[in-house]
């Protein structure tokens, strides 16, 4: 029969009261919560059916069989036991370790556990495994053996040993460190060493998902984070939190120490990673004083990278992140997959106000965000939608990071126009990219007055019932011709364009040009008199037969000649006879 037992008083312990004997022993079935703490032990060997198991307060559970089958929280305690499994070590916040080093006391506390030691101000991680760092000390630093790989979270910690010549706070010479940082973490060294120290050879990897930040500051001739005097940096990758990496004098802040190279620097983890860099007389990302070769950086994943002194002399790729600082100079700027993100500073018109139709017109756009490399793409300007020029971009010769792009518009049209300028990449390559248009709306271009006067010709002496031309010549443009006569009767228009006087006596004829895109309308007329005409000889027409007694209008008119019609003045008149 299995053993069920305390090692000492429980803080908490709730359980049905459902116990049964068989031939796999005595077994606890429990559905409730049991809940471990406030230092206690409690030692049990299975569970089955369930309920919650929570570990916190610093109590130790060890399971001697098969371990538990409920659900588990185990948030700050020690599990142990064969039937612990993978389950076994230290909790820390609901993350488990092998050791838990309070730096102010290390190797106390329930929590210490194993595969380090603490000799001398040092205590050297020599196992592999994950352990905790936390508490301020200013005289013990942390040494990780050489070779091996450690997953390293900073909680809270503050090693300060700036004070304490050739004492580096964080020594990782040799070694792989994962870390992760939780709370707020300083890491200060004293002269000659990096206040993160990872010099060539090790591997440091600060992981995706830290949320706290870390302040890492070299003594003289140390870099912030990388290598210590005379001592290039090796692998350094920041996935996750808030980084100050400061080297104060002659280090770089991330990167090689006093005359020495800068490492292989990656910097990812999206818009939460966000890392400063600063140093005295080294560069902020790079080598240190007395060094020129500054190693590899790259930023990608929406990082934000700012550097505040000399900058970077690495050779840098900047995929997907943001650069700042007035270190980064003309690197300053938002990067989209290797492409450089452009803004419009201003756009302008030149004459601002009051131009008119046919004149020239200048547009100027400036932009900012230019790198060392112009851009590859040009400026298309567009009126009311429609392109009217495209140039390339130049360099101002002032403000080197900003960029001019002008064109002249000439033949401009009257009427108001939207004005709008973009950027349009090369369709080989291109270094940058810029999505948004600007604009000057309701922009007026006042049509001209048509300069040439228009001629009318008309021949002299129009008389009634003569056909002539009216010949048209003068004004500006491409308007249509129309025409508007007075009275509205005196003349016809034919097919062929001809006009035929209709009504003697004066008439008025006005001519009109219409307007177009650069011209306004012009109008001119023109006074006529249409004299009359002589009519021909009248040779009246014979009258048809009449029956007696039938009307005039019975008698058809036959022949006769002259201006005009013929018809009986009286036609129901009925003639008399006489014999």
Partial sequence: IAEFYFDCELHQLRFMSCWCLSQKGMVFYMDDTKDIGAGHKFTYLT?????????????????????????????????????????????????????????????????????????GNTVNINEAGSYCILGETASNHIKISNAITADITLSDASIDVSGIPNSCAFDMTGATVNLALTGSNTLASGENCAGLQVPIGAVLKIVEGSTGSLSASGGVNGSGIGGGSNCTAGNITILGGQIIAEGTTNGAGIGGGLNASGG??????????????????????????????GGSLEVNDGAMVSMLGKGTNATAKYITGTIGGKGAKLDAGVYLNSQKQLEFFRFVADPEDGAKALETIRLGVVVKGLSQTLP????????????????????????????????????????????????????TFDSYYLTDITSINNYEVAK????????????????????????VSGGNGTGNLSYKVTP????????????????????????????????????????????????????????????????????????????????????????????
């Fill in 448 to 471: 001209i007055n048509q300069s040439d006067d228009l001629v009318i010709k008309i021949p002299e002496g129009i008389k009634y019932h003569d056909n002539f031309n009216i010949d």
């Fill in 264 to 293: 292989t620097v990656k910097i990812g983890g999206g818009k939460d990673t966000y890392v400063v860099c600063f140093s005295l007389s080294g560069y902020d990302i790079g080598s240190g004083d007395g060094n020129s070769t």
């Fill in 47 to 119: 569970t089955t059916n369930g309920g919650t198991l929570k570990l916190d307060d610093g109590a130790t559970l060890n399971l001697l069989a098969r371990g538990t089958n409920s659900s588990t929280q185990y948030i700050m305690g020690i599990i142990g036991g064969e039937g612990a499994g993978q389950s076994s070590g230290i909790y820390y916040y609901n993350r488990k370790y092998n050791g838990v080093i309070d730096m102010s006391a290390p190797g106390t506390g329930w929590y210490k556990g194993s595969g380090y030691t603490f000799s």
């Fill in 376 to 427: 590859q793409g040009t400026i298309v300007f567009k009126a009311n939608g429609i392109i009217i020029g495209q140039t390339s971009v130049t360099r101002s010769d002032e403000l080197p990071a900003y960029g001019i792009a002008t064109y002249e518009w000439t033949n401009v049209p009257g009427g108001t126009q939207t004005l709008t300028a973009e950027y349009k990449q090369d369709a």
């Fill in 488 to 579: 509205g009767d005196a003349l016809s228009f034919n097919p062929d364009g001809s006009v035929t006087a209709q009504k003697a006596g004066p008439a008025t004829i006005t001519v009109t040009k219409s307007g177009d895109i650069h011209y306004l309308e012009a109008e001119k007329s023109v006074n006529i008199v249409i004299s009359k005409v002589q009519p021909p000889a009248v040779v009246f027409p014979t009258a048809g037969e009449l029956t007696y007694g039938q009307h005039l209008s019975a008698a058809a008119l036959m022949g006769g000649s002259g201006d005009g019609s013929f018809a009986w003045s009286s036609p129901d008149t009925v003639p008399t006879v006489k014999n």
